[in-house]
């Protein structure tokens, strides 16, 4: 969601030819994250460095999740020109107009495209401040929604990603039967090669559209289905609202459909009351599932969520050693489960080339490195022999 807030933030201000390095700004804005307690703490040392190097009359403009929950520490420290959330269209157009006068949107070049659907979350899970820094679920009208889709295309997106902090919750809101999978099918229907989603929440995941999903045929086989826990106890301490056998039956009704899907999720460790059997368990389900990759962090607490609350908190040495453990074992699964790809042929859209090297993803959403591309190769699909692999990309060279 912030990349897809810097980028259409850039795209208005280029419209005014504005760029400029960091010491030379009149303006600065710094998008932020409040995730996680040492997001936070990277972030105002961010801004304590940016604050010393900038000219003295420039205006610095501190936006995103930090500046929404943790206003009086920036004001107080920082005394910006501006700070708050704005992430929809219309308050990036505003911070463009404070700045600049009248603003346009200008083309961004990008084989692959973010669109964000809905905003906020209604899910109050007791370790995320989510809900508090961007407020309740709030949906976009899906003839707006088709009209930016139709709109990105015409800029020569080739993918589109549908955002939102829990996307499958589409439409709750405006009272659409369905929403998730009438936005899905309608988006499906512009002439884009590839279409996924980020990012799904279990607890509102329906079976039923994971066989709908194969009527669909540019969507790409790509799960993102946090996961948290393998724990039914830590589940219902952090309000997950599912247990881990009803995510077991979704991963593998999954599986059963979309063979070949990357399936990935998140993990949270040291969540308080977490002991080692809770562990155990989430140290189980990973070997029992074998993700293509989880993004595994620890927990820290979070001010205004329930979690704040909780006592029994888990010491940060034994956080470490779990998070090191889980790591070594997704790393493992990771390269196994790649590994099966050496030898084999995939097809891959090149998204853009660095290094000499084309960057793209195949059909289950994996990272593909591929030799011997040109430039005449970027948005297009390409066939490629895959012949090595690492814990994050697969690599190969066009057949």
Not at 17 to 35: F, H, K, P, W
Request: proline content about 3%.
């Amino acid at each position: 969601m912030n990349v897809y807030t810097s980028s259409y933030l850039k795209s208005i201000l280029n419209s005014k030819g504005m760029e400029s390095r960091l010491e030379d700004a009149d303006y600065i804005i710094i998008n932020t994250c409040a995730v996680r307690e040492k997001v936070k703490q990277k972030i105002i040392s961010y801004l304590g460095k940016v604050d010393k190097i900038k000219k003295e009359d420039a205006k610095l403009i501190v936006i995103g999740c930090l500046s929404e929950v943790e206003k009086e520490e920036i004001n107080k420290k920082f005394k910006p020109y501006l700070v708050g959330l704005f992430d929809k269209e219309s308050d990036l157009e505003n911070i463009g107009k404070l700045i600049e006068g009248d603003v346009y949107k200008t083309k961004i070049g990008s084989v692959s495209r973010y669109l964000p659907v809905i905003f906020g979350c209604d899910h109050f899970c007791s370790y995320c401040i989510v809900p508090f820094a961007r407020g309740r679920e709030k949906s976009k009208n899906l003839e707006d929604i088709i009209k930016e889709a139709e709109e990105i295309y015409d800029e020569g997106a080739k993918e589109i990603i549908l955002l939102g902090q829990n996307v499958n919750d589409y439409g709750k809101d405006l009272k659409i039967d369905d929403g998730f999978m009438v936005l899905l099918k309608e988006v499906s229907k512009t002439p884009f090669q590839r279409i996924s989603f980020l990012t799904s929440h279990p607890k509102n995941f329906k079976l039923k559209w994971i066989s709908e999903f194969k009527d669909i045929p540019n969507l790409l086989q790509f799960f993102h289905l946090p996961v948290q826990s393998g724990s039914n106890k830590v589940l219902s301490l952090m309000r997950r609202g599912y247990t881990k056998e009803i995510y077991f039956e979704i991963i593998n009704k999954i599986r059963e459909e979309f063979p070949f899907a990357s399936v990935t999720t998140d993990i949270l460790v040291g969540f308080p009351g977490e002991d080692e059997s809770d562990f155990l368990e989430t140290v189980d389900l990973i070997k029992k599932i074998e993700f293509d990759r989880s993004f595994v962090f620890i927990y820290s607490k979070r001010p205004l969520t329930k979690g704040y609350q909780y006592e029994d908190e888990v010491p940060h040495s034994e956080k470490l050693r779990r998070i090191n453990y889980l790591i070594k074992i997704q790393d493992d699964i990771t390269l196994k489960r790649y590994g099966e790809y050496i030898g084999k042929e995939v097809d891959v859209l090149i998204e853009n080339i660095k290094g000499g090297s084309g960057i793209g993803k195949e059909k289950g959403g994996r990272v593909v490195i591929v030799e011997d591309v040109t430039d005449d190769d970027i948005g297009k699909i390409v066939k490629v022999e895959i012949d090595r692999v690492n814990i994050r990309e697969l690599f190969g060279k066009k057949c």
